[in-house]
């Protein structure tokens, strides 16, 4: 790093105070070309100090930034009224993760004026936004939840009531194929929508008291997997497992849910790229496997290699009532639900995806069963 003052003493304290700054810090030439970052920077992108050196900022652009953003933003930098650019940006990492920063660029000048180069300040908003999202989700959740006390009562009430008569007319009309038919469907869509408000419930309820146990993994998986059978093998999809032999702290019924709701949407990733695709011959599977941590907890991963999710919408598929299905496949609430049950059973959920086309994979933290 260049001195910065002709005093070397004071010039090693500016160098040290810069190295070990938290925050990302980098320069630029006058042509915009990185001559330091510092070790903050290192850590916060993945890119290492020689892979950075000499290239743009532009290495940390990430895919749908705006390309007038950053003429404007270099508008601001060079009128010598404001002289400096501050705002928040979304980069991206060299491993594909977006990080939210908060950038300050301040152009620096020689002893004579002249500007030298540029010094870009980041501010990593990762940990803030996480904590918006989750106050905006919570907000979300409650507005639900009050959306659906109102729907059980002045929806539900009235079709559990058309149901029940639907099915005294259905005793009436037997051996009338027709009218049976007509019927069940009648009977199939009440269904649904009261299966939908019985989501909405699940998805706004303020965690309950659930009695968590020792459970073993293995079994639970295998009762969803003779219920998926059937659809997965008509979709070319193999169901699999692999190193299930744990006990972890969790609810069955839960624990059925979760994987049904998560292999559901992995059935439909894969057909989604089977329809795009023209490479017929291609495996797909849907894999449950897990795997015990250092610290003793079980981490249960459901795999697919399905469509996969850009790092855009990774963002949103945990918002309720985002899908990107059509109306009548996806209502958006399983994955809700699933952070839900989840959070119920104190575990922790994640997802990760290399991107479109990549497959995707679920990854649910357990806690370890203890002795009793
Ligand atoms: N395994 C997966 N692979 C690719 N995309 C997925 C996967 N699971 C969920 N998604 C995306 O997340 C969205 C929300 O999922 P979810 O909350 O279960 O609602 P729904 O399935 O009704 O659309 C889906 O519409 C889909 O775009
Ligand atoms: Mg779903």
Redesign the pocket.
């Known amino acids: 790093m260049e001195t910065i003052s002709p005093s070397g003493q004071v010039d090693q304290v500016f160098l040290r105070c810069v190295e070990d700054c938290f925050e990302p810090i980098m320069l630029t030439d006058i042509t915009g070309k990185l001559t330091y970052v510092n070790p903050a920077w290192v850590l916060t992108y993945g890119y290492q100090k020689h892979e950075a050196i000499g290239q743009t900022p532009r290495l940390l652009r990430s895919p749908g930034e705006n390309p007038d953003f950053y003429k404007n933003m270099w508008k601001t930098i060079l009128d010598p009224n404001i002289g400096f650019w501050r705002g928040e940006v979304i980069n991206q990492a060299k491993d594909g993760h977006l990080v939210p920063v908060l950038l300050t660029i301040t152009p620096y000048r020689e002893s004579g004026g002249e500007i030298k180069g540029y010094m870009g300040i980041a501010v990593d908003l990762s940990d803030q936004k996480r904590m918006e999202e989750q106050i905006l989700r919570q907000d979300r959740l409650a507005s639900i939840g009050m959306l659906a006390g109102g729907l059980a009562h002045e929806v539900g009430n009235p079709l559990g009531a058309i149901r029940g008569r639907a099915e005294m007319v259905m005793n009436q009309v037997r051996g009338n194929e027709e009218a049976e038919k007509n019927l069940e469907l009648i009977i199939g869509q009440i269904d649904r929508i009261s299966g939908l408000i019985q989501s909405l419930l699940r998805v706004s309820r303020v965690p309950g008291q659930i009695l968590l146990r020792n459970v073993e993994l293995a079994p639970i998986v295998k009762e969803v997997f003779v219920l998926m059978q059937e659809a997965c093998h008509r979709a070319g999809i193999e169901l699999r497992t692999n190193n299930l032999d744990f006990q972890i702290s969790a609810d069955s019924s839960h624990l059925q849910q979760l994987f049904l709701?998560?292999i559901?949407?992995?059935q439909?990733?894969i057909e989604?790229i089977k329809q795009k695709s023209t490479d017929t011959a291609k495996k797909h599977v849907i894999e449950v496997s897990a795997k015990k941590k250092p610290s003793g907890n079980v981490v249960v991963s459901?795999k697919?290699t399905?469509?996969?999710?850009s790092s855009e919408?990774l963002r949103?598929?945990?918002q309720?009532f985002?899908?990107?299905?059509a109306a009548g496949?996806?209502?958006?609430?399983?994955?809700?639900?699933?952070a839900k049950l989840v959070e119920e059973m104190n575990g922790n959920l994640t997802?990760e995806?290399e991107g479109v086309g990549q497959?995707?994979?679920?990854h649910i933290e357990f806690n370890e069963a203890v002795n009793r």
């Open positions: 709701n998560l559901i949407n992995s439909h990733a989604e459901v697919d399905g469509c996969g999710i919408n949103k598929i945990f309720p985002y899908t990107t299905k496949k996806g209502t958006g609430l399983g994955l809700s639900i699933v997802v995806s497959g995707a994979t679920f």
